[in-house]
């Protein structure tokens, strides 16, 4: 049984995939080795370097397929080879630790490290560029539509809007009057539905979507029958119009082939090095921060009574609660009311109830520090959806479609809502909304780079200040 489809759509010709499959590495891990002078010993080569090299030559490669859902690319493909050049360099290491020559090698590994990274990149970008050119480019295939939908319809749009796309779109098939439709302009209306079989008989057509409801059964079987006839390659366009699938997949289940909607992100070896990242990172900000944690603490207890930590319980992965940790910033009797993470109001500008120190901790984000052990522990991410207090997430997931999808991934100490302008007080719907949103988004495009960027951000962010009070 197959689970992927064999029809190619990317614009990428034969030839130039060879050359991003083969050559470019290839040449990239040669220059490399050349620069780190791993080469030059008259035709002798040691034993750990030949196993750097034949498992760069393995590893280093750049997965364009992921192009079929890019409009661009560049920043993607530098993540990408840079996450791969860390790996071959921790490889690298490893391997010359077993052959007692670390010390030695260490200057080599970063000359071939940075050498492969910055050499595969160049050579994948304008590969990439050349490729997808007017002149280069595979010719189109022509693509149709069955039904006039408002999934079909934002399907097209978006279809414009993809470089590595080789698709020419030249209509719909549509037995209902113009009035009953959702707007289609520019795009033709080919036949009705009883005229697809002419069609495609008298007509180049490659592909045919059917945007059709599964509920119109007749009308659905009767379109595929008519399809059977000709040499198209027949694809169902799926309407969730309410929410975007999340790590849509095929999934095997016996011998059933079930359609995955909404799937888990973190998984495999992506979710390996996160979680190495979060225990290095803690672990490293923890020590480096215990005089700082250590002052924040007793002024704490110096400027108002009550303990210097507050904890308070959270919905983490799979809305399983935990226990989060928070330099206390309001009044002893406000934070053990809070405690329960019931009947608590969001924080507001100027609020009464935020003590001195907690003004300023609470503004530089200093407060939030403590979750450095929630996040050693296991139980939060350095980079995820922010965790909410218990009340806010059974009053908002009656509210906002997919509330509580964020909760399918450890809670972070930062988020892609964070660094999109939704840090701090909701105190409307929309925003919080717009914080899902963005929270939902971080999870279709989860990836250990999208991390690196995102704390780069929030950085930036909390050197200036902003929404948090």
Not at 122 to 147: H, N, W
Not at 225 to 233: D, F, I, V, Y
Request: net charge positive; hydrophobic share 45%.
């Amino acid at each position: 049984m197959y689970f992927k489809s064999k029809t190619d759509f990317l614009a990428i010709r034969q030839q130039f995939r060879y050359a991003l499959d083969f050559a470019a590495p290839i040449l990239s891990v040669g220059l490399s080795a050349y620069y780190a002078n791993w080469l030059g010993r008259a035709g002798h080569i040691d034993w750990p370097i030949l196993i750097i090299l034949g498992y760069a030559l393995v590893t280093i490669r750049y997965d364009y397929s992921s192009l079929i859902q890019a409009t661009t690319f560049r920043w993607q493909v530098v993540f990408s080879l840079f996450q791969q050049s860390l790996l071959i360099g921790l490889v690298a290491a490893m391997t010359f630790l077993l052959d007692q020559s670390l010390e030695y090698h260490l200057y080599a590994i970063l000359y071939f490290v940075s050498g492969l990274w910055v050499t595969s990149t160049i050579l994948v970008i304008l590969l990439l560029e050349v490729s997808t050119s007017t002149r280069f480019r595979k010719p189109y295939r022509k693509i149709a539509i069955v039904a006039v939908t408002d999934a079909s319809v934002a399907f097209v749009k978006i279809l414009k809007k993809q470089r590595f796309i080789s698709l020419d779109f030249v209509g719909f098939f549509e037995d209902r009057l113009p009035d009953r439709l959702p707007d289609y302009s520019p795009y033709p209306i080919l036949a009705p539905f009883s005229g697809v079989s002419e069609y495609v008989e008298k007509n180049v057509l490659h592909d045919v979507l059917i945007s059709l409801p599964t509920q119109a059964s007749f009308r659905f079987g009767f379109v595929v029958k008519a399809l059977l006839n000709s040499t198209c390659s027949i694809h169902y366009l799926h309407d969730f119009l309410l929410i975007q699938p999340i790590r849509a997949a095929l999934t095997s289940i016996g011998e059933v082939t079930v359609y995955t909607i909404i799937d888990m992100p973190e998984s495999g070896l992506d979710y390996f090095i996160k979680r190495a990242f979060d225990i290095f990172f803690s672990t490293i900000a923890i020590i480096f921060l215990s005089p700082l944690l250590l002052a924040v603490g007793f002024l704490i207890r110096f400027d108002s009574k009550g303990p210097a930590l507050f904890k308070q319980y959270r919905w983490g992965n799979a809305a399983e609660p935990f226990e989060i940790y928070k330099f206390r910033s309001m009044t002893n009797s406000v934070s053990e009311q809070a405690s329960s993470g019931e009947g608590i109001i969001q924080t507001t500008r100027n609020d009464a109830r935020v003590t001195r120190i907690g003004a300023f901790i609470r503004r530089t984000s200093i407060d939030e520090l403590p979750q450095l052990f929630n996040i050693f522990k296991g139980d939060m991410s350095i980079v995820g959806p922010r965790p909410h207090a218990t009340q806010h997430n059974k009053e908002y997931r009656n509210l906002v479609t997919g509330y509580m999808l964020r909760h399918k991934v450890k809670p972070g100490l930062t988020g892609w809502a964070q660094v999109n302008g939704f840090r701090g007080e909701t105190d409307t719907l929309e925003k919080m909304e717009m914080r899902v949103k963005y929270d939902l988004e971080y999870l279709r495009n989860w990836n250990p780079m999208l991390d690196i960027y995102i704390i780069l951000l929030t950085v930036r962010i909390v050197l200036s200040n902003k929404n948090a009070y």
